[in-house]
């Protein structure tokens, strides 16, 4: 069956199913535990290649998955597990066993602008006006480099155009602000999501850097990516880090200043870090050698602090550092914030952008002059289902 048809009828399979479950991902829950708990052979984990080893660690506590059981409830007929937004585990019953492969997340996806007077705060405004509370922070997110929230006043404006997904009717992963504004006594200030970065009026980036690369001297052997079709094993495949290759015992420093939070072994991973830093994000050091004496969980560290030594532990074909970055449980692309300095667009990027910037603010001055509100959360199924772009087909 050609894969497009096959994506239709597991999504079909899943809308139609007489007892589909949705749960929360246990907070601790390893993919094995899970298949040793369902009564699912665990050679399908044993089974697979190191990189599918690898991911079957980053399923994310609290992720909503599905379980889909037969007419009895005795037996589980099929399970959908997010690894990201873009890429997730299917498991699958057929013939009395069961198959494990990697499929594209299913989601349909919408953008909208609205504009709304500030009463209390932003966040709390935005969160009265659509009951979304990840949309609220990723507002004030955004601009939390460039703006003072406390210099705002009743009565002053703000605008958004923002991207949403919608997944079986529930919204899904994290909104992305596309353009705002705030307007502080008549005085508007901007902001525009270009090339994933974010960038005032002037072309001027206005997020904040802190963190520094994790190794000297090495090679990157393998990049980030949240979902990619491989041409050769014809089947999807993702890569949440960047590997750096590197001889045992090359020195490994915190990308940045936090405090530890994991130190042990992780399945796959092999000698893992983990370092929670401010704002919600995290950064991992994956299959390291041995960690620097005194490297424990609630040890605080600095920038630049030798924190372990690259290795080949865990599932690996050589030694090499796996450094991931997360926020708020979301992958980012290391290489993408691994910077200390802000930066200004130039040339004919520069002109790329302008050119952006000015469609995107008629677009937000449409939203203020037309009173736009927003669609609130709940309604998000009923009230964009019949206009939404369909981006992704699949369970």
């Given at each position: ?5 096959f994506l239709i009828?597991?999504?079909a399979?899943f ?16 993919f094995?535990?899970f298949?040793?708990q ?11 290649d190191k ?8 399923i994310?506590a609290?992720v909503p998955?599905?379980?889909m059981y037969d007419?009895?409830?005795t037996?589980?007929e099929q399970?959908l ?11 699958k019953?057929?013939?009395?066993a069961?198959s494990?492969?990697?499929?594209p997340?299913?989601?349909k996806e ?6 709304i ?7 709390q405004d935005?969160i009265?006006?659509?009951n979304?509370?990840?949309?609220a922070?990723a507002?004030?997110d955004a601009?939390?480099?460039s ?6 006043r009743?009565?002053d404006?703000l605008?958004v155009?923002?991207r949403?997904k919608?997944?079986?009717g529930?919204t ?12 502080r006594r008549?005085?508007p200030?901007?902001?525009f999501?270009?090339n ?8 001027r ?6 963190f520094r ?11 980030f990516t ?9 089947r999807?495949?993702?890569h ?8 045992t015992g ?5 990308a940045a200043d936090?405090?530890?939070?994991f ?7 092999g000698n893992v870090?983990?370092i ?5 994000l995290?950064t991992?050091y994956?299959h390291?050698h041995?960690f620097?004496r ?7 560290v600095k ?6 030594y690259i ?9 090499h550092l796996h450094?991931?970055?997360y926020?708020?449980g979301?992958?980012?692309n290391p290489l993408g914030?691994i910077k ?18 000015s469609?995107?603010?008629e677009?937000l001055q449409e939203a203020?002059?037309?009173n736009a509100?927003?669609t ?5 199924s009923q ?12 369970g």
């Amino acid at each position: 069956m050609p894969r497009f048809l096959f994506l239709i009828t597991l999504f079909a399979a899943f809308l139609g199913a007489s007892v589909v479950e949705r749960a929360p991902w246990p907070q601790g829950e390893s993919f094995l535990h899970f298949l040793e708990q369902h009564d699912i052979p665990q050679s399908l984990y044993w089974d697979l290649d190191k990189e599918d080893k690898e991911l079957c660690e980053e399923i994310r506590a609290g992720v909503p998955y599905y379980t889909m059981y037969d007419d009895n409830r005795t037996t589980i007929e099929q399970v959908l597990i997010p690894l990201n937004e873009e890429l997730q585990i299917h498991l699958k019953r057929r013939d009395g066993a069961y198959s494990f492969e990697m499929i594209p997340v299913a989601y349909k996806e919408f953008t909208e602008a609205f504009a709304i007077p500030i009463e209390r705060s932003p966040y709390q405004d935005i969160i009265a006006a659509t009951n979304n509370r990840a949309l609220a922070y990723a507002f004030v997110d955004a601009f939390k480099n460039s703006f003072d929230f406390t210099r705002l006043r009743k009565g002053d404006m703000l605008a958004v155009v923002y991207r949403e997904k919608l997944r079986l009717g529930r919204t899904y992963g994290t909104p992305v602000i596309e353009a705002a504004m705030i307007e502080r006594r008549k005085k508007p200030h901007y902001l525009f999501r270009f090339n994933d970065r974010y960038y005032d009026e002037k072309g001027r980036e206005v997020e904040g850097f802190l963190f520094r690369k994790p190794v000297n001297h090495v090679r990157i052997t393998s990049r980030f990516t949240l979902r990619r079709y491989h041409p050769v094993l014809k089947r999807y495949r993702a890569h949440l880090g960047v590997d750096f290759g590197g001889r045992t015992g090359t020195p490994v420093m915190a990308a940045a200043d936090g405090r530890v939070s994991f130190a042990g072994r992780l399945g796959g991973y092999g000698n893992v870090i983990k370092i929670r830093h401010r704002d919600g994000l995290l950064t991992l050091y994956a299959h390291l050698h041995k960690f620097r004496r005194g490297i424990r969980r609630g040890k605080y560290v600095k920038k630049g602090q030798v924190i372990g030594y690259i290795g080949s532990t865990g599932m690996s074909t050589g030694p090499h550092l796996h450094f991931g970055l997360y926020k708020n449980g979301r992958p980012l692309n290391p290489l993408g914030v691994i910077k200390v300095t802000k930066k200004t667009i130039y040339g004919k990027t520069r002109k790329k952008f302008l050119k952006y910037a000015s469609q995107m603010k008629e677009t937000l001055q449409e939203a203020v002059d037309t009173n736009a509100t927003p669609t609130r959360m709940e309604d998000l199924s009923q009230a964009m289902m019949p206009s939404m772009q369909e981006t992704r087909i699949g369970g």
